[in-house]
C-alpha cells in the first residue's frame, strides 16, 4: 500500500518528507490547528495570538489560544482535518518531527533539542539534559546555574519590564540578573546600548560596576574641592 504521494506509509521517508516547506515564522511543521475557542485555523497558536490581540481587534473580542484545549489538526499536504495525532491519518506524513501530545505541539526543527518539563506544563528548548526546574523560581534553567541563581518566586512568571511581553512561555531567549530577576535577551541588550546597566525592576546593577566606582573615586580624590568651599556645609 501507498500513499497519494507514492511513498510506503510506514517507511520512514515520511518523516522527511517535505520537511521544512511548511510553517510560520514561529515553527516548521507540516499541520495546521483548528482553534477551539473560536472554531479558526492558524499555523500555531502564536499566529492565534499575534492576529487576536491585534490593534485591529475589537478590544472585546481579543483573546489568547487555550492551547490545551485543541483537540484538531490539519495536515498541511493533504487537507485533512482529524485528531491530534503525530502522523496524518490519511496520507501518512509526519506533521511534525517532535510531537507532544501533552502540549499538542508538532515542530520540525528537532536542532532546538526539544523537550516536555512536566512541572512547567510546556515543552521548552535546549534538551532536558542542560535544563533543571525550580520550584521556587517555577521555571527551567541552565544546569550551570543550579548553585549560583538568585531565586525569586515565580521569576518568569510575569512580563518582560522592558517590552511587556509574558516570559513563562515566550519564544524569544531570556537572560537571568544577578538580582533573580528575567528579561529577554534581546532587550537587556537594547539596555546595555543605551548605557543602562540597573535591573528595570530592582535597579540592582546587572553587572559588575566596581571598577567603574574605582575609577569615579579615583576622579574626585584627584579634584580637591575649592577653598572657598571646603569645611562648609550647605542645606
Not at 502522523?87 to 501530545?101: L, S, T
Not at 506544563?121 to 523560581?137: A, P, Q, S, V
Not at 574605582?214 to 574626585?220: P, T
Request: aromatic share 8%; with cysteine; glycine share 6%.
Amino acid at each position: 500500500m501507498e500513499t497519494g504521494f507514492g511513498i510506503s506509509p510506514d517507511s520512514d521517508s515520511m518523516l522527511d518528507f517535505r520537511s521544512g516547506e511548511f510553517g510560520c515564522s514561529h515553527y516548521r511543521r507540516r499541520c495546521k490547528i483548528r482553534a477551539p475557542c473560536c472554531g479558526e485555523i492558524f499555523d500555531c497558536r502564536h499566529c492565534h495570538n499575534e492576529a487576536k490581540n491585534s490593534l485591529e481587534t475589537d478590544p472585546v473580542d481579543r483573546h489568547d489560544i487555550p492551547r490545551q484545549e485543541i483537540i484538531k489538526v490539519i495536515c498541511s499536504l493533504c487537507d485533512t482535518e482529524q485528531d491530534v495525532v503525530q502522523n496524518c491519518i490519511n496520507c501518512g506524513v509526519c506533521m511534525g518531527k517532535y510531537f507532544c501530545a501533552k502540549c499538542k505541539f508538532f515542530d520540525d526543527d528537532v536542532l532546538k533539542m526539544q523537550y516536555h518539563c512536566n512541572e512547567c506544563g510546556l515543552c521548552r528548548t535546549g534538551g532536558e539534559e542542560n535544563f533543571f526546574h525550580c520550584n521556587k523560581c517555577g521555571c527551567c534553567y541552565s544546569k550551570m546555574m543550579k548553585d549560583t541563581h538568585r531565586c525569586v518566586e515565580r521569576a518568569m512568571h510575569h512580563n518582560c519590564p522592558v517590552c511587556f511581553e509574558f516570559l513563562f512561555d515566550t519564544t524569544k531567549e531570556i537572560s537571568v540578573l544577578p538580582c533573580g530577576h528575567t528579561i529577554h535577551l534581546g532587550c537587556l541588550k537594547d539596555m546595555e546600548q543605551h548605557f543602562r546597566y540597573s535591573c528595570p525592576v530592582c535597579s540592582k546593577s546587572i553587572c559588575d560596576l566596581s571598577n567603574l566606582w574605582k575609577k569615579l573615586d579615583q576622579e574626585i580624590a584627584s579634584t580637591p574641592m575649592p577653598a572657598m568651599y571646603q569645611n562648609k556645609m550647605f542645606l
